[in-house]
DNA sequence: TAGATTGTTAATCGATTAACAATC
DNA sequence: TAGATTGTTAATCGATTAACAATC
């Protein structure tokens, strides 16, 4: 996009500030500078300033940042301006919270199928999504251009479906199993580790006591 | 614990260290040297020897690690030792995903009770622990000596069941709604940012086409 | 002993903060 | 215009990598 390597720091970031300005815009707020969104938010006022420049002028000197404007720039670096074809893969308790968060649809994320082995699940209906057999995930995300796979199995068939869904294109996997993933050059992994993040808290219980 | 403090970037390379670890000794392999740990796990030899010896000499020179030791060590550092005492706000998909794992249970993090709002939940069983009246979150909290609250509540609630979860002592929250929590100096919180985490998947998708 | 590999110091790299000229 | 606040450069801080003496 622009011009060179933005940082991992910088990316992890812009979430947070999207949140943040859509609260902003929640209480009428049109008009923010970055030592007031520096109190909110928590990151320091240059750090803020130096983040947004890292993809262009979006503020005005004396003035600030125009809120409204700001939330839809870093929502278009975010890919937010797009709709994404998505998948679930594991249509057990996590697969189906994932399911109905209206919420990742509300931002484009759209759910077009669930996949699972128990048989007892198949034609099942989820948020009014249906649930197919896992033996069809292959030539669904192909002939369906899916973007982007939720994977919610078990720890043992997640790479066997990570395969699987690069073979037919994939191009983002979003990882719940507690396994580091081998994709093809062409996708991107996210990944929540639910236990590594379970591991930190507990050793910032002991440190905070 | 040690000398003064660690930095955030060491702690959370640390439950990584210990899943890889844990996948040395499956495989019944006893020692590793920095050089082919950095193989499998991907940081450098020498950040590797580097954060381990924040904590400690656990090598030998000339020889390496020993597996079982390092992973027992780590373990410790991460307060795996010990068990923690555990409730679920919110009893809904992901809270019954969260309660039914038996991974957590594994390492510790021993679910005592859910909460909900819903009438319709309360008193059901999920992986034999009972959801009860949220109205009894705190009495409950505060006399069992709950140590981690996962929180799975809707965004609206949030910071209202951590303000109860706070006055009652609890020490470790884990959240999972899009929130940033306030919580009392005595507690500390981990954010599972489920939205961030997928806005930031897309980014790379797109920088990865 | 010789070889291997750690523990640790020094060098480098990158990210954050401070400062201020540009400008609305 | 005067005041405010950005955009941007320079300074600082912290984390990673490189190097090597210590030592098993």
Redesign the pocket.
Same mark, same amino acid.
């Given at each position: 996009m622009k011009d060179n390597k933005i !940082?991992?720091?910088?990316i992890r %970031?812009l979430p947070k500030y999207h949140r943040y300005l859509s609260q902003l815009m929640d209480r009428d707020i049109n008009r923010? *500078? *970055?030592?007031?969104?520096s109190k909110i938010i928590g990151? *320091?006022? !240059?750090?803020i %300033?130096?983040?947004?420049?890292n993809f262009? +002028?979006? +503020?005005?000197?004396?003035?600030?940042?125009n809120v409204e404007a700001l939330y839809r720039e870093i929502g278009k670096i975010l890919g937010l301006d797009r709709e994404y074809k998505t998948v679930i893969i594991g249509a057990g308790n996590l697969g189906q919270a994932l399911a109905n968060y209206t919420n990742f649809s509300r931002f484009g994320y759209k759910l077009q199928a669930m996949f699972d082995v128990n048989p007892r699940l198949m034609g099942l209906r989820i948020n009014d999504v249906e649930v197919k057999d896992v033996d069809l995930l292959g030539d669904y995300v192909r002939e369906n251009n899916i973007d982007i796979a939720y994977v919610c199995t078990n720890r043992s068939s997640a790479q066997q479906i990570a395969d699987i869904l690069c073979k037919n294109g994939i191009k983002a996997v979003w990882n719940f199993t507690p396994v580091d993933l081998v994709l093809k050059k062409g996708a991107v992994v996210e990944n929540i580790h639910l236990i590594e993040n379970l591991f930190t808290l507990s050793y910032f219980l002991k440190e905070n006591e």
């Open positions: !940082s991992m720091a910088v %970031r923010i *500078s *970055s030592k007031e969104l990151f *320091s006022a !240059s750090q %300033r130096q983040d947004l420049n262009g +002028g979006f +503020g005005q000197q004396g003035y600030g940042y």
